[in-house]
């Protein structure tokens, strides 16, 4: 049976000072480039980004914690987000949680309002949050990297699913994820979207059962089985939810 999964989140990343002093370790003039675009990244300004890669700066530069870009999209920052991605950053680029551009937007800040893990729901930050998934994804760049989480694996499209979250399923299904895609256990994203709903998501349960029939709607496996042997069908029976089980009947 897939884990259900609770795991801490960066909310925070390095400070600015130990940024700086990461930086100060590369030669003088790379490191005031990569500075202001840090510094511009950070303020999450278009503006100030464009015009520090006009001077010189690497849109795909990183520090000790990773990519410019995954800092960015794990902590929400969808202007700096798109600003990078348009002067060419690689969402490839490890990131401060060892994955993708694409992973980190799971992580920390933008992926506890992503996958609906904050106390108080807002909807206009959550909208971000999605268009940085959004962004990242359309360039179809390591969309099903799997990165550790508590004792296992998962890729964003099978935290997407285990969440409930339909609009970002269906974002990532778009772009090309693979929906057979398997971890460390064998586990698909359609086994977490039939489980039963994390505790931890205020995001609505009747949404499951969308997700279970995009995930069929490109090419999912209903005979799938992971470690436990179980097919999917078989698990949303005895989780109990009959709209899925109708979805996986194909009623």
Known sequence: MPSRISFPMHRTLAAPAALLFALALASPAAAQTTEALQMAVLRNDPAAIEQAIRSGSNSSAATENGSLLAQAAMSGRAQAVRALLAHGADPAAPGPNGGNALNAAFFAMNGTV??????????????????????????????????????????????????????????????????????????????????????????????????????????????????????PLARARATGDPAIVAALEGR
């Not at 904050?118 to 969309?143: F, H, M, T």
């Not at 339909?166 to 057979?180: E, F, K, R, S």
């Open 114 to 231: 992503l996958l609906a893990r904050d106390e108080a729901p807002d909807p206009a930050r959550r909208a971000q949050a999605v268009e940085i998934v959004r962004l990242i994804a359309a360039r179809g760049i390591g969309l099903d990297n799997p990165i550790r989480i508590a004792t296992t694996n998962m890729t964003p499209l099978m935290q997407a699913a285990q969440a409930g979250a339909l609009d970002v399923v269906q974002i990532l299904l778009d772009a090309g994820a693979n929906p057979n895609a398997t971890n460390a256990g064998g586990y698909a994203a359609l086994d977490y979207a039939v489980d039963r709903a994390p505790i931890w998501t205020t995001l609505p349960a009747d949404q499951r059962a969308g997700i279970v029939r995009a995930l069929l709607a490109k090419g999912a496996r209903r005979d799938h089985t992971g470690a436990d042997k179980i097919t």
